[in-house]
């Protein structure tokens, strides 16, 4: 038996010991907002949400439909299959074939993940371990830099606003740091700065990538929300892309499926084969219903992504109207969900973070401040157009008073 003295209780009780790879995680630093946020909701106050890229939107009736009919289904309650149905696999190939002239194949090149944050993350795990090291881009999308720090990798945040210099600082980076960088992340249409590139981005990164032997991810999730005729390229239809990375793909912003958590992780099939082996041993795939609603939202709902496109677009020109009318400076996204705007003068000086609770806590808009995405984002703010347009010209209203400028019509 142990002795009292062996019992592992301090003064202050028994110490949880948390593994270091949590330790490791930097601060939350949306934990502030999101509780003032959350207060505001429980005190009954109307918040205009533009935090977060959760779209608001319904799925294509047909999607639900479809979803409907196979839960109704009892062969459709078992476990499945941790890559996917084959069935699915091959949509998503017949989807590439389609959109972007990409020939992969459904056994080897396509795993189903539990949406693109769950393939990321575990793709890192499948990937990289200590001494490793992961280029990122910044301002970056949190999980970019969590999931590389939880398969115990390092990071190195590159500023990818100015893709030219973007891919020369990989450049730089490659020819000076030993060991040399083992993957490096891409982003486009990016998250949260809405950069956007062309095909010969990516041609110059294969280039690179054989250069000095790094393995490419895609975060291709914004695929499909383009605007003014813009076509954002995929990696994948890069000659030698499939030697080199792999590309994530999701559901849930073209198709608003973002609760049914389903992506796709396409391309190099040893990256593949090694998500799918780590996703072997984690999971037992996606429920049923939703593969199988997500066949049919591929092969017969383009027509609703490009009306979900078309009514993002809407929602950017109300919303970015507003805001240039009340004086800021904006670029308008040529793609995705968010406006990644400068804080005007003579806020600039405040933070981002108190700016964000400024607008939140006076004028009940809700938006995510650029220092969350990391230091490069300080500055700026990040707005979600996921509420419909009349909500957002309400939004630059409140946000018109808080900041008490002159009352706008917004229109
Ligand atoms: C850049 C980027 N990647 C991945 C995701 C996550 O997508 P999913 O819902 O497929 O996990 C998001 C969601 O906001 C995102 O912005």
């Known amino acids: 038996m142990r002795g009292e003295s062996e019992v592992p209780f301090s003064d202050d009780g028994f110490k949880i010991p948390v593994a270091e790879r949590v330790k490791r995680l930097p601060p939350y630093l949306f934990g502030k907002i999101n509780k003032l946020k959350y207060e505001k909701r429980v005190a009954g106050i109307d918040v205009i949400d533009l935090g977060m890229g959760n779209p608001t939107d319904p799925p294509d009736p047909l999607i639900v439909e479809k979803m409907t009919e196979a839960v109704s289904d009892p062969r459709n ?25 990409v020939r992969l194949d459904p056994d080897s090149e396509v795993v189903t993940c539990i949406g693109s944050k769950e393939g990321f993350s575990h793709l890192c795990l499948a990937l990289m371990g200590p001494g490793d090291t992961a280029i990122v881009p910044s301002p970056s999308f949190p999980v970019h830099v969590y999931a590389v720090m939880l398969a115990a990798g390092n990071v190195i945040e590159l500023d990818c606003r100015e893709p030219d210099q973007f891919l020369s600082n990989i450049a730089y980076t490659c020819e000076h740091l030993y060991p040399k960088p083992r993957v490096v992340v891409v982003n486009f249409p990016h998250n949260p700065s809405a950069t956007v590139i062309e095909q010969d981005f990516y041609v110059e990164l294969v280039r690179l990538a054989r250069k000095y032997s790094f393995m490419v991810i895609s975060d291709f999730a914004y695929a499909d929300i383009c605007f003014d005729g813009y076509k954002a390229p995929s990696f994948l239809a890069t000659p030698g892309a499939t030697e080199v990375g792999v590309e994530f793909t ?71 109207g507003g805001l240039e009318r009340l004086g800021w400076e904006i670029e308008r996204p040529k793609a995705g969900m968010f406006v990644w705007a400068k804080i005007p003068e003579p806020w600039s000086e405040m933070g981002s973070i ?38 957002l010209r309400q939004a630059v209203k409140q946000i018109g008073k808080c900041l008490k400028s002159e009352e706008i019509s917004a229109e």
């Open 250 to 320: 999701t559901m849930s912003k073209g198709y608003s499926m973002a609760g049914w958590r389903i992506g796709f992780c396409s391309g190099n099939s040893e990256m593949v084969r090694a998500l799918s082996t780590i996703k072997g041993y984690y999971d037992y795939g996606l429920f049923q219903p939703v593969q199988i609603a997500a066949i049919v939202a591929m092969r017969h709902c383009d027509a609703a992504v490009d009306s979900i496109a078309a009514e993002y677009q809407q929602r950017r020109d109300a919303f970015c």
């Open 354 to 391: 108190d700016f964000a609770m400024k607008l939140l806590d006076e004028g009940g808009v809700a938006v995510s401040p650029g220092r969350g995405f990391g230091e490069d984002g300080e500055g700026y703010l990040r707005m979600a157009i996921v509420e419909n347009s009349q909500r």
């Open 77 to 101: 309650h078992r476990y499945s299959v941790a890559n996917g149905i084959a069935n699915l696999r091959k949509e998503v190939t017949a989807r590439y074939w389609k959109r972007y002239g």
